[in-house]
């Protein structure tokens, strides 16, 4: 999903297999559309969509949906063609597609303690702003994957999320799976991550990695200071 219609503009988002979205408007061979599960706006090129009835497409995003819980894998057609998968598609779009999926999911709403499971499947993924796969990502696309993959639901950017769940006053007061976020010198929140036990937090800074964090905010360790300012800490679970 990009900014405007061209390869060329900001890449904002990305759709992954089974995601669905309504169209808004049209410009040659791009389409301005607006996702269903978190109700994000980007342009894409219209050559890989299939076009569905609403209500079959609103049964896809939140009825049965279920996620690929492997990296990568395929789904295969009935003239055996192959199509690839990466963590965190939507299998369940499957039988709509006249695909068949036979590798593991995750389905339903899964246990707090499962989110840094899910989570730890994504480290050492390259940073790629807009990106949601394992192939790249940002910070927001890391939590709202895996907190989707868990069967909760948040917005696309790291200054929506923020505006959902309970706000912690301390570190101490948090557990694993909450989140923290960031701001940057002008109180906008940047940044967002995954806390961990023991004062750690998994987080997209160049490739996804795992640094102590603070009542200050994130340490990096190989740069020995402070790389991320905290502002807020929310319980989303």
């Known amino acids: 999903m990009r900014s405007d219609n061209s390869h060329k503009s900001e890449l904002v988002s990305q759709l992954l297999y089974g995601d669905c979205f309504k169209i808004i408007s049209q ?6 559309i ?3 599960a978190d109700d994000y706006e980007g342009w894409i090129d219209c050559k890989q969509i299939k076009l569905l009835p609403k209500k079959e497409a609103e049964k896809i995003t939140f009825e049965t949906c279920s996620y690929s819980s492997q990296l990568i894998h395929y789904a295969e057609s009935e003239n055996d063609q192959l199509t690839s998968l990466v963590l965190g598609s939507n299998v369940g779009a499957c039988n709509w597609l006249g695909h068949h999926y036979d590798g593991s999911t995750f389905k339903g709403a899964l246990k707090k303690s499962n989110l840094l499971k ?4 994504y480290l050492n993924t390259p940073y790629l702003w807009g990106g949601k796969s394992p192939l ?14 868990n069967g909760h639901s ?7 999320q923020a505006q959902l769940g309970e706000t912690l006053s301390f570190i101490a007061e948090s557990e694993a799976g909450d989140l923290a976020f960031f701001d940057d010198d002008e109180g906008k929140i940047v940044h967002v991550g ?5 004062h750690h937090i998994l987080h997209a800074h160049g490739k996804v990695r795992i640094d102590r964090i603070d009542q200050t905010g ?4 190989e740069l ?3 790389s991320h300012k905290l502002r807020i800490i929310k319980k989303m679970i």
């Not at 899910?118 to 499947?121: E, N, Q």
């Open 27 to 32: 410009k040659k061979e791009w389409f301005l």
């Open 34 to 36: 607006n996702t269903l």
């Open 118 to 121: 899910t989570a730890s499947l």
């Open 136 to 149: 790249g990502i940002d910070c927001s696309g890391l939590t709202q994957m895996v907190y989707r993959m």
């Open 154 to 160: 948040l917005p696309r950017d790291a200054s929506q």
């Open 194 to 198: 995954i806390l961990l036990e023991n």
């Open 218 to 221: 994130i340490y990096n360790d």
């Open 224 to 226: 020995k200071q402070h």
